[in-house]
Nanobody, 113 residues
Framework: VQLVESGGGLVQPGGSLRLSCAAS????????MSWYRQAPGKERELVAV????????TYADSVKGRFTISRDNAKNTVYLQMNSLKPEDTAVYYC???????WGQGTQVTVSS
């Protein structure tokens, strides 16, 4: 199993970023996928979850209405569209196969002016 995130970077408050996670080594379309994040000195937070077919999503209250999780099962990729970013969104974002030990290496998102 391999999960590779991309798309992080530095963005100003109010800006947008789209994270991608390319999955391999398992039947992607059969699994629930998720994004977590961890900020320095804080506990890891579950940000969003998407069902295997993509028809059901769940979000943390802190990102609801601003972030959108989606997936393309033909491309074995899960996405996290992040809009109206705030400094408190600054963290390392991880793609995971939900409720498993499989995590990506993480991608840094920094929201700062």
């Amino acid at each position: 199993v391999q999960l590779v995130e991309s798309g992080g970077g530095l963005v100003q408050p109010g800006g947008s970023l789209r994270l991608s996670c390319a999955a391999s080594g398992f039947t992607f379309s059969s699994y629930v996928m998720s994004w977590y994040r961890q900020a320095p000195g804080k506990e890891r937070e579950l940000v969003a979850v998407i069902s295997s077919a993509g028809g059901s999503t769940t979000y943390a209250d802190s990102v609801k209405g601003r972030f959108t999780i989606s997936r393309d099962n033909a491309k074995n990729t899960v996405y996290l569209q992040m809009n109206s970013l705030k400094p408190e969104d600054t963290a390392v974002y991880y793609c995971t196969r939900y409720n498993s030990r499989y995590w990506g290496q993480g991608t840094q998102v920094t929201v700062s002016s």
